[in-house]
Nanobody
Framework: QLVESGGGEVQDGGSLRLSCAAR????????MGWIRQVSGKEREGLAS???????VYADSVKGRFTISKVNANNTLYLQMHDLKPEDTAVYYC???????????????????WGQGTQVTVS
């Protein structure tokens, strides 16, 4: 029900925008966020956005990444600037309808996940 797009390869210092299209408007009432994972490592929560638009960022991306959503087209975004090689990972969007909303919670407990999109920074 969640479909990411926008990944790819970019040079050090470059920018990318990821999109996550929800197939229904149901996710307008969900906590949504972006999580990444490097093979063999734990998932890392990056950013979350609550139903009321409140955003929370991990320290590793604060000031470089921006999460946003457009309810009219059921799409979640992650604008990424100043990308570094250590940002290389598979990026997932995730959603949950529970009482908590944070990127760390989504990384551990989200019930809905996209298929992931690869971001490579070289």
């Amino acid at each position: 029900q969640l479909v990411e797009s926008g990944g790819g390869e970019v040079q050090d210092g470059g920018s990318l925008r990821l999109s996550c299209a929800a197939r229904t408007g149901t996710f307008r009432s969900a906590c949504m966020g972006w999580i990444r994972q490097v093979s063999g490592k734990e998932r890392e929560g990056l950013a979350s956005i609550a139903v009321d638009g409140t955003t929370v960022y991990a320290d590793s991306v604060k000031g470089r990444f921006t999460i946003s959503k457009v309810n009219a087209n059921n799409t979640l975004y992650l604008q990424m600037h100043d990308l570094k090689p250590e940002d290389t990972a598979v990026y997932y969007c995730a959603a949950d309808f529970g009482p908590y909303c944070s990127h760390s919670y989504l990384a551990r407990k989200a019930n809905f996940w996209g298929q992931g999109t690869q971001v490579t920074v070289s």
